[in-house]
């Protein structure tokens, strides 16, 4: 497991991590995806963040953020919302200096049931936000990495990615969400966006539901998706986004039963 384990990043919320997690991450010797929230980022102080960045750098481990999503619109239309959007994800980016994390993983919010007769402005709105927080990352080897939730393809986000144009952004393909949310197969995804892939979240579902479920218990067809990535010659990040410690374990033993990450 441990040879596993050095090739991935594992989903750790950052409240968690701090209060009971951090020795058991560094003795595993886990590559902590560290996410934050609302909760933590209200809670913690400048103080915690260092003293959590420094334990993990001194362990020699490699991070990855997942910046907070919930109620966040990175596109709004209401400015009020997109100041405030803006606020919460900024606090993020301003602990990237002291965790120094390969990407920070965001959720662009995308969603046709609300932008579909304003699509042009969601996006102009949308390349606002980014710029502004893109403009905080130069100088860092970080990039942020645009997540797939409730886009049904990849064309939703593909006008998103190229305007920005920059290496510091990448695309986070989610097999979660697209399993349950997309309307595509993985090849599709990986047509349009392979070229600016730098990070994949791997975790299954049975196609109706977020279940985040250890790979190979849902029906996401993992092998075919990673001989894709194999063929193509890409290698982005890999994060395994489980929940608990069993499922975890389940993960680990999944992926190894099913050789799946070989030659990536």
Same mark, same amino acid.
């Given at each position: 497991?441990?040879?596993?384990?050095?090739?991935?990043?594992?989903?750790?919320?950052?409240g968690r991590l701090r209060e009971e997690l951090l020795d058991w991450v560094i003795g595993e010797r886990i590559?902590?995806?560290?996410?934050?929230? *609302?909760?933590?980022?209200?809670?913690?102080?400048?103080?915690?963040?260092?003293?959590?960045?420094?334990?993990?750098?001194?362990?020699?481990?490699?991070?990855?953020?997942?910046?907070?999503?919930?109620?966040?619109?990175?596109?709004?239309?209401?400015?009020?919302?997109?100041?405030?959007?803006?606020?919460?994800?900024?606090? /993020? @980016?301003?602990?990237?200096?002291?965790?120094?994390?390969?990407? /920070? /993983?965001?959720?662009?919010?995308?969603?046709?049931?609300?932008?579909?007769? /304003?699509?042009?402005?969601?996006?102009?709105?949308?390349?606002?936000?980014?710029?502004?927080?893109?403009?905080?990352?130069?100088?860092?080897?970080?990039?942020?990495?645009?997540?797939?939730?409730?886009?049904?393809?990849?064309?939703?986000?593909?006008?998103?990615?190229?305007?920005?144009?920059?290496?510091?952004?990448? =695309?986070?393909?989610?097999?979660?969400?697209?399993?349950? @949310?997309?309307?595509?197969?993985?090849?599709?995804?990986?047509?349009?966006?392979?070229?600016?892939?730098?990070?994949? *979240?791997?975790?299954?579902?049975?196609?109706?539901?977020?279940? *985040?479920?250890?790979?190979?218990?849902?029906? @996401?067809? =993992?092998?075919? @998706?990673?001989?894709? %990535?194999?063929?193509?010659?890409?290698?982005?990040?890999?994060? %395994?986004?489980?929940?608990?410690?069993? $499922?975890?374990?389940?993960?680990?033993? $999944?992926?190894?039963?099913?050789?799946?990450?070989?030659?990536?």
């Open positions: 497991m441990r040879e596993i384990l050095k090739k991935v990043q594992v989903h750790v919320p950052y590559n902590p995806e560290i996410g934050f929230n *609302h909760i933590d980022l209200d809670r913690f102080r400048d103080a915690d963040y260092r003293a959590t960045a420094d334990r993990l750098s001194d362990a020699g481990l490699s991070v990855t953020f997942h910046a907070p999503f919930m109620d966040l619109r990175p596109g709004a239309i209401d400015p009020s919302i997109r100041r405030l959007t803006l606020e919460r994800l900024r606090r /993020v @980016f301003d602990l990237v200096p002291w965790f120094r994390p390969l990407s /920070v /993983v965001c959720h662009p919010s995308f969603d046709s049931r609300y932008y579909a007769s /304003v699509s042009r402005q969601w996006l102009d709105n949308s390349l606002e936000t980014w710029r502004t927080l893109l403009s905080t990352l130069r100088g860092t080897g970080t990039i942020i990495a645009l997540e797939n939730v409730y886009e049904t393809g990849p064309d939703q986000l593909r006008p998103l990615i190229d305007a920005l144009d920059s290496p510091q952004v990448r =695309f986070c393909f989610d097999t979660g969400h697209a399993n349950t @949310f997309g309307r595509v197969p993985p090849a599709d995804w990986m047509d349009a966006l392979g070229g600016v892939l730098g990070e994949i *979240h791997l975790h299954d579902n049975h196609g109706s539901a977020d279940e *985040h479920l250890p790979v190979g218990e849902g029906s @996401f067809p =993992f092998g075919e @998706f990673l001989g894709i %990535l194999r063929a193509r010659g890409l290698k982005p990040i890999l994060t %395994l986004e489980s929940h608990s410690k069993e $499922n975890l374990r389940r993960m680990l033993e $999944n992926i190894r039963t099913m050789n799946l990450l070989e030659g990536l």
